[in-house]
């Protein structure tokens, strides 16, 4: 019949993924050796000055500064003028000894050496211009071919600081004009510190470090770049501070493929790699990203107006550190991350040519799918904790998490069941403001259900029940079938291919419009009608028999109205309904000494559903590898062509 084939047809959506859309691709990163540390910022030893030539123009900058930095910058500009360079990657290129400081005036860099024709070698390799694609550059090639991708290139330095001698980071602007994939690139250069400045408008990332161990990114601001704002990625021994980050089609700050090294600490963390603190990022598609962000600890920031606040992810191929752990969120403040970026894909601004697509005016290209209205996604990520924050006025869920499996980020198949598991969700302030306010939550809690040990404070949720901080907690190792139905369409996003896929809530989905809402549909659809041939055929004629089927009915119903309606015992209630039907319409066919078989699995069905009753609306029962829907699904097909 036709429900059941449209339920056979999602089911092998579920058991053939495709692979998401996710982060960038990267070349392969060998294993830092851990051994450096967060450097230290310096105010004395060989310094460079950079700056401009037209003095009215720098005097107009400075007019406004206070005096004593006023004052220092004008004695600055007259040094600079004498023995000082014009462009900042000549600064770099100059600075041989460690511990260099290179202070840039303020001004706006365009850079001049990272424009310049390229060689017929480095043209072969350079990514094409007013394309989102990036080919992905080993380090022999950054090297001999420098600005290939980069409008500043720092290779291969040690200890050097790039800092902005204004009085604030807008002072000093280093603009890649979207003709560069990354504005400022560090590749193996331990120990760099770059502070007071603001970096713009690429094809890809403003800053992108990589491969070092040592940095700090401190009271910068990046914006408006197709890519990332903050890119740090196969780092140790790192540092966000007092940055902000706006307008990037990815993230405002992306800490990915961090050292993992607190992968067999269980709950015991030693240190954390990359520390990100007092920062705010908003306005960007995501304002906190980390494939693969391991031993990440980030405090006290603020996470608003993005597409969705914070996500940590185990989907990408390439990134060393899978599947993702380890990561600590607390004290910051995450709210009203709603916008819809999704809207400038639908309307085929994105398809424009990057600098014709108005990301000063406020237009943020969507570079990866995410549930809009989240504060906080873990997809796929284990023994992460989250504590003491404020997330609040969240139009999805204030924490969602959900299982990648591991052939997705390209694992083994014998360890596809490894996230997520040992989460905690602890103090946190949901749907309240720092000061009080109450500003709820559409959700506080979205989850599909796999997972082992995730331990949650109390929270409106989706499931219902949840597992507590105390006592046994699950260990599925498969969530509901129909989240994960959900979840693998709405996971097709792709910014230059199909676009923004249907039926998934992430991008506005509600109600008959939703994925698992029509799969639910075609399996009630599917019981009501074996219910009735049930009723005709097999049950004996009696007024227990109508009863009981009237039951079934109205759970079937109950069961797409609570699948739509997430956070409320609806879908308890219809598991109630459902196993009363089967119970009934078993024990009425045992009576009558016929049709034994199927009435024990009319009866193994009620059992199942009674479980899934007291799962769904009571207490998330432990010990249970899969969610009680699966088999449901399963002996349901089959129960219902035996009907």
């Known amino acids: 019949m036709l429900p059941a084939a449209g339920l056979l047809l999602t089911l092998g959506a579920v058991l053939m ?13 060998a294993a830092l050796a851990g051994s450096g540390a967060v450097p230290s910022y310096h105010s004395s030893g060989p310094q460079i000055l950079v700056c401009h030539t037209d003095r009215a123009d720098f005097m107009r900058r400075v007019a406004g500064f206070p005096p004593a930095a006023r004052s220092a910058n004008l004695a600055l500009f007259d040094r600079c003028q004498a023995d000082g360079v014009r462009n900042v990657q000549d600064a770099v290129n100059d600075a041989r000894q460690p511990g260099t400081r290179v202070r840039i005036l303020p001004g706006v860099y365009r850079e001049a050496p990272g424009l310049a024709a390229a060689s017929p070698a480095c043209a072969a390799i350079a990514r094409r211009p007013g394309e989102d694609s990036e080919q992905v550059l080993s380090w022999q090639e950054q090297v001999a071919c420098p600005h290939a991708q980069n409008l500043v290139a720092v290779l291969g330095k040690r200890g050097l600081q790039i800092e902005g001698t204004g009085a604030g980071p807008g002072d000093v602007v280093i603009d890649a004009g979207f003709k560069k994939l990354n504005a400022l690139f560090a590749d193996r250069s331990p120990g760099i510190y770059l502070r007071n400045f603001t970096v713009e408008s690429t094809t890809g990332n403003a800053v992108y470090i990589r491969d070092t161990d040592g940095f700090v990114i401190d009271r910068l601001v990046a914006r408006w770049d197709s890519g990332y704002g903050f890119n740090t990625f196969g780092v140790d021994h790192g540092l966000y501070s007092d940055c902000e980050a706006y307008g990037n089609g990815e993230a405002g700050l992306y800490a990915g493929a961090v050292a993992d090294i607190n992968r067999n600490a269980g709950l015991n963390v030693r240190r954390y790699a990359v520390e990100i603190r007092h920062c705010r990022s908003h306005n960007n598609l995501l304002g906190y990203s980390g494939t693969a962000g391991d031993s990440v600890w980030v405090h006290d920031n603020e996470f608003t107006a993005n597409g969705a606040g914070i996500s940590m ?77 404020w997330v609040y006025d969240q139009d999805y869920a204030a924490f969602v998490l959900f299982w990648v499996p591991a052939e997705v980020p ?16 602890v103090g946190n302030h949901l749907g309240r403001a720092p000061d009080g306010a109450t500003e709820p939550n559409r959700l506080d809690v979205w989850w599909d259900g796999q997972g082992i040990d995730n331990r949650w404070q109390a929270a409106r949720s989706s499931p219902f029940r949840l597992p507590g901080l105390a006592g046994p907690s699950t260990n599925r190792l498969l969530g509901d079938p129909f989240r994960v139905l959900m979840l693998v369409q709405c ?10 896929p249907v039926g998934c809530d992430w991008y506005g ?53 609570g699948t739509a309606a997430e956070g409320t015992a609806i879908g308890a209630l219809a598991s109630a309904l459902l196993a009363s039907w089967w119970l009934g319409a078993g024990i009425l066919m045992y009576q009558q000494h016929t049709y034994r078989r199927l009435a024990a699995l009319t009866l193994v069905l009620g059992g199942l559903s009674l479980l899934q009753a007291v799962d769904r609306g009571f207490y998330m029962l432990p010990y249970i590898p899969v969610s009680l829907g699966w088999p449901i699904l399963v002996l349901g097909i089959v129960w219902a062509m035996a009907t």
Do not use: M
């Not at 894909?345 to 237009?363: D, L, W």
């Not at 969507?366 to 989250?386: E, L, Y």
């Not at 390209?410 to 969700?425: E, I, K, Q, V």
């Open 509 to 561: 989905g509600s109600w008959f419009t939703r994925l698992d809402v029509i799969a639910v549909t075609f399996q009630s659809t599917l019981f009501v009608v074996a219910g009735i041939l049930l009723l005709i055929r097999r049950l004996p004629r009696r007024r227990l028999s109508y009863a009981v089927t009237a039951a079934g009915i109205l759970g079937a119903i109950a069961d797409v109205a």
């Open 491 to 500: 996971q097709r996003f792709d910014p230059r291919g199909d676009g923004v």
């Open 17 to 29: 993924p495709e692979a998401p859309a996710a982060a960038h691709e990267e070349r392969d990163s």
């Open 313 to 389: 992810d185990s989907v990408s191929p390439g990134h060393p550190g899978l599947p993702q752990n380890h990561a600590k969120f607390e004290r910051n403040n995450i709210h009203g991350n709603n916008t819809d970026y999704y809207r400038y894909v639908r309307n085929r601004t994105c398809a424009k040519a990057v600098p014709e697509r108005g990301y000063e005016r406020g237009v943020v290209c969507p570079g990866v799918g995410i549930a809009v209205g989240a504060g906080v996604i873990t997809a796929g990520g284990n023994f992460n904790t989250f504590r003491d924050n």
């Open 410 to 425: 390209g694992g083994s198949y014998l360890s596809t069941f490894d996230t997520s598991h040992h989460n905690r969700y």
